[in-house]
């Protein structure tokens, strides 16, 4: 049940991201104007996760899932029924700090009812389930757009968002034991959890990967659009991404038997680095699909082994605050990186943007690496 609301509801976040960039694009909007609204959708989550993440603690993740699936809808009505680029600010903003609420419950939930050695098996098992939604979102975005209208897409996001409420509501969730430690064992500030240089080096790494794989869906679009690709192409090659980063966390639990967490997110960061110098030469549907899978093949493995490493050494009784701390920081790049790729892209061109992001991606690699060759060898 969690699974089926993380999933129906990252299928509409998937979808109304496509859908925004296109429909803003048709609009005639710039690439910083694209920036800033694909932005918007981390914006207020930024502030928000880890007041949600102590929520979840003392509460439990029915209601704020509820209330997160709630947000979203009422984001998604918004943009399908009222016309023009002013409402798609608000619109994303809805979304955004929806879809936050219901990420940081769902993780918590797999994170809570894993032992250690099942965490990094079971979260992939959440991301099988966010890389079947990630796959379809686009997909479904693009074809409606080439066949029905912008409205329409927006619709069939909102049929996701209320599935996913009927879903949270249901009493399947009410009853799963999801609340930590008492709160006297909750003390500390977010700050000294960052302090902590395990932490802070998990926090590093894995926002590195959320921005690689956030950039990629909001690149994308602009670049196929730049080269003259219909929607359900661009969707087509989003979709693409998605199936790659499926069949890599299928192949999840096997392959943590045999290398560590910081040496798949070491491999993870120097694949995408490589994916990321590679795209701007990538100038035909096929060849973007094909860099697209190789990006989503190195993504697909970091968010897994992130979070059983965020579990393993969040504080007792803190497990969504730790969540938190991770989607704020996240959301904090996820605001300013397009912002600042899409002024990029306007002054310097795409190759610039790509670079770039290689560049920042790449600072990443010798700080997982240290960790995993201490860990080879330590077990040899």
């Given at each position: ?325 991770r989607a704020t920081i996240g959301n904090a790049s996820a605001v300013m990186l397009p912002i ?41």
């Open positions: 049940m969690l699974i089926g609301v993380a999933v129906t509801a990252h299928v509409a976040l998937a979808a109304a991201r496509v859908t925004t960039a296109l429909y803003a694009l048709s609009l005639h909007a710039s690439e910083f104007t694209v920036g800033t609204l694909i932005a918007l959708f981390a914006f207020v989550p930024m502030f928000l996760a880890v007041p949600m993440g102590r929520v979840i603690d003392r509460i439990g993740v029915r209601r704020p899932l509820m209330a997160g699936c709630a947000l979203a809808s009422v984001g998604v009505t918004l943009a399908a029924t009222v016309p023009g680029l002013g409402i798609l600010y608000v619109a994303v903003v809805l979304i955004g700090t929806g879809f936050m609420a219901i990420f940081i419950g769902t993780q918590h939930a797999v994170g809570t009812l894993s032992t250690p050695d099942e965490r990094a098996a079971n979260f992939s098992r959440l991301s099988l389930g966010f890389s079947v939604s990630a796959f379809t979102g686009p997909l479904i975005a693009g074809f409606a757009i080439d066949h029905a209208h912008y409205s329409v897409a927006y619709l069939i996001c909102g049929a996701f968002t209320l599935t996913a409420f009927i879903l949270a509501a249901s009493g399947a969730l009410r009853d799963l034991p999801l609340h930590s430690a008492p709160t006297s064992t909750r003390k500390g500030s977010a700050f000294k959890m960052l302090l902590d240089p395990e932490m802070r080096r998990i926090y590093v790494v894995g926002i590195l990967l959320a921005a690689a794989w956030d950039l990629f869906t909001f690149v994308t679009p602009i670049r196929g659009s730049q080269l003259g690709f219909s929607a359900s192409t661009i969707g087509m090659i989003l979709a693409t991404f998605s199936v790659a980063t499926f069949v890599v966390r299928l192949a999840m639990p096997r392959i943590v038997r045999h290398f560590k967490e910081w040496q798949i997110l070491t491999g993870a960061l120097t694949a995408a680095t490589a994916c990321y110098f590679m795209f701007p030469f990538m100038q035909q549907p096929l060849t973007m699909a094909i860099a697209a899978a190789g990006l989503g093949l190195a993504l697909g493995t970091g968010q897994p082994n992130v979070l059983a490493l965020l579990h393993h050494n969040a504080p007792a009784g803190r497990g969504a605050e730790a969540i938190g701390i600042a790729f899409g002024a990029a892209g306007t002054a310097l061109g795409q190759f610039a943007v790509f670079w770039g992001l290689a560049a920042i991606i790449a600072c990443g690699v010798p700080l997982a690496a240290r960790k995993a060759f201490k860990r080879f060898s330590s077990a040899s």
